[in-house]
């Protein structure tokens, strides 16, 4: 290959995605790109293939063994940079997966890569000594996660003086084309314990667990599930303000997508150790409903926090990528970074992450080139669940209550607090079931109230126990608690004094159940000598007696700032 055209490595590049990572860079026409991988057949054949669909384009291949090139085969070369699009990138960090990303430092060529395996990124600043000796820049996760989710949050929550709240979520269509590197790189975590952080803790959830149904604008409703992703620990890690983040996936269909989290209840039970052996027996299922659904696909960012101002502000940004297009969105960061290599500015050396290196208008710049439409939407969230529950009663409760019930504190409050557990075999049993706390005359607790939508999720941990709650509206006076299966009907009595919870009815799924056999409940809430939120809960059993009784009090947690120099402190 002669020319001035700089030349571009791209490892993979016959793979789903190095395809159309190929393909975009050709459509640009700025370099000559190389097609690498270990069968030349079938990287010549991509080759010609997009070499006849862009007219002009400089497209060939070359045999390239990832696990085993050398620092000087690269160099001879003559590259530009290289892109590293086949990974695997769920392998776990710091052994020969970082085999190529240390060949390019070596030759004094800048890398980047799509992965999206988290510890994969986690390990990657182990280059960064190297990368620096070279005067390179060496980036990983140039896709999907964390580089485009990044670039989005910067720019929906630019002058936000908290960030509290991150969900992302990413649904292809069906006919999306799937290989046997993305089908294992699912499988890999799924049933087994994710490190995510929910509601100001750190906890262990099941991969493909957190099971729900959201809609995307344009989409639709899907069901998606927890992923294990590089942002689970970017995101905590970039705004100490952030309680809770969670990255979801999920298959448009319904069948595939219960299918797989019915396949990793084994493995949650650890009757298997994981399903990465099943992969194959997967992927043939996957394809037989290939013609199914659509060929449509989306990406949600939703982030909840503070303005600029202090108060509670929600921003959504959407895309929707139409006719097949969707598979391109992985690639669009690592062509922007390319695009910078060609044409600058320079890229800082060093190894890291690939965030703040392209930003939004970057990659809007690369979705131009397909089908591929995106929307913003900012709003406030409006009154919290029990002011809207109380109406006019609810400014007349004391402040104390007012703050930890009306959104305006920290959203996590922290104290001491009593407990008697009832000795009764059947309220032991339901005591295990819902988690309550154990007994103790002084123990620490931490409260946390997060918003999700009109709802309110309450997790209450007494020494380290945590038991978790839903409440949302019931009408005026009330407020439904469900735990689980089961859902209470909550009185609301209010006054200047305190407010108090009683229950009122109660419920399983949808099936209304005897009021006599209801629990008993005298919860009040009030304030200390000391002025601070007081609480006071007991809960009878018809036919048990005494199931918990706690109390205590609650002091609002300090909120920590985003850092001076965070990017989300930049104008748009």
Same mark, same amino acid.
């Given at each position: ?33 190389l ?33 085993t ?67 390179v ?54 049933g ?36 294990e ?56 299922? $996957? ?42 969105v ?6 922007? &970074? ?29 979705? $131009?080139?397909?089908?591929i ?9 409006? $009154? ?28 996590t409050?922290?104290?001491r ?102 629990? &008993? ?24 007696g005494?199931l ?20 989300r402190?930049?104008?748009?």
């Amino acid at each position: 290959m002669s020319g001035p055209l700089k030349r571009v490595l791209v490892v993979g590049g016959a793979g789903a995605f190095g395809q159309r990572l190929v393909a975009g860079l050709a459509a640009g026409g700025a370099c000559a790109v190389l097609v690498g991988g270990r069968d030349l057949a079938r990287a010549e054949a991509v080759a010609a293939g997009i070499a006849r669909a862009h007219p002009g384009s400089r497209v060939e291949a070359v045999r390239l063994d990832a696990g085993t090139v050398t620092a000087q085969a690269l160099a001879d070369l003559r590259l530009a940079g290289v892109v590293d699009a086949a990974g695997p990138f769920q392998e776990a960090a710091g052994g020969a997966s970082y085999g190529l990303a240390r060949a390019a430092i070596a030759a004094g060529l800048p890398y980047v890569d799509i992965a999206d395996g988290r510890d994969f990124v986690a390990g990657f600043p182990a280059l960064d000594a190297a990368a620096r000796a070279a005067g390179v820049a060496a980036l990983t996760g140039a896709s999907s996660t964390p580089a485009l989710s990044n670039a989005v949050l910067d720019r929906i929550t630019a002058g936000w003086s908290a960030l509290e709240s991150v969900e992302v979520v990413i649904s292809p269509g069906n006919r999306a084309p799937r290989g046997l590197s993305v089908m294992r790189a699912i499988l890999s975590y799924a049933g087994r314990p994710v490190r995510v952080r929910r509601d100001g803790a750190w906890e262990d959830r099941a991969g493909w667990g957190l099971l729900t149904r959201t809609r995307i604008a344009g989409l639709g409703p899907r069901w998606v599930s927890l992923c294990e992703t590089p942002d689970l620990d970017i995101l905590p890690a970039r705004s100490p303000t952030i309680r809770t983040a969670v990255f979801r996936a999920g298959l448009e269909l319904g069948a595939l997508h219960l299918g797989l989290w019915l396949a990793s209840l084994p493995v949650r039970a650890r009757l298997l150790p994981s399903l990465v052996p099943f992969a194959g027996l997967f992927l043939t299922l $996957a394809g037989w409903l290939g013609g199914l659904g659509s060929d449509r696909g989306g990406m949600r960012v939703r982030a909840e926090g503070r303005d600029g101002a202090g108060a509670p502000v929600r921003a959504t940004w959407t895309l929707v990528a139409e006719a097949g297009d969707g598979p391109f969105v992985p690639t669009l960061p690592a062509r922007a &970074v390319v695009r910078r290599w060609l044409h600058g500015p320079p890229i800082p050396p060093g190894a890291r992450a690939c965030l703040g290196v392209v930003d939004l208008a970057a990659l809007e710049a690369e979705m $131009a080139r397909h089908r591929i439409a995106t929307a913003t939407a900012r709003e406030a969230p409006g $009154a919290p669940l029990f002011a809207r529950a109380l109406g006019p009663a609810f400014a007349d409760l004391p402040a104390p209550v007012r703050a930890l019930h009306g959104g305006d504190g920290p959203g996590t409050w922290s104290g001491r607090a009593a407990v008697t557990r009832g000795t009764s075999p059947l309220a032991g049993l339901v005591a295990r079931v819902v988690g309550l706390p154990r007994a103790g005359a002084d123990q620490p607790v931490r409260v946390s109230v997060a918003r999700r939508g009109a709802d309110e999720v309450w997790t209450r941990d007494f020494a380290g126990r945590r038991f978790r709650s839903r409440m949302r509206p019931a009408g005026p006076g009330a407020v439904i608690e469900q735990f689980g299966p089961l859902a209470f009907v909550l009185a609301l009595p209010a006054d200047a004094e305190g407010l108090g919870m009683r229950v009122a009815g109660w419920r399983l799924g949808p099936l209304p159940l005897p009021r006599a056999l209801a629990p &008993v409940s005298a919860a009040r809430e009030s304030v200390d000598a000391e002025g601070r939120f007081r609480f006071d809960v007991a809960v009878r059993l018809p036919l048990a007696g005494l199931l918990v009784h706690y109390r205590g009090w609650l002091a609002p947690d300090p909120v920590p700032a985003l850092p001076a120099d965070s990017p989300r402190d930049a104008p748009p």
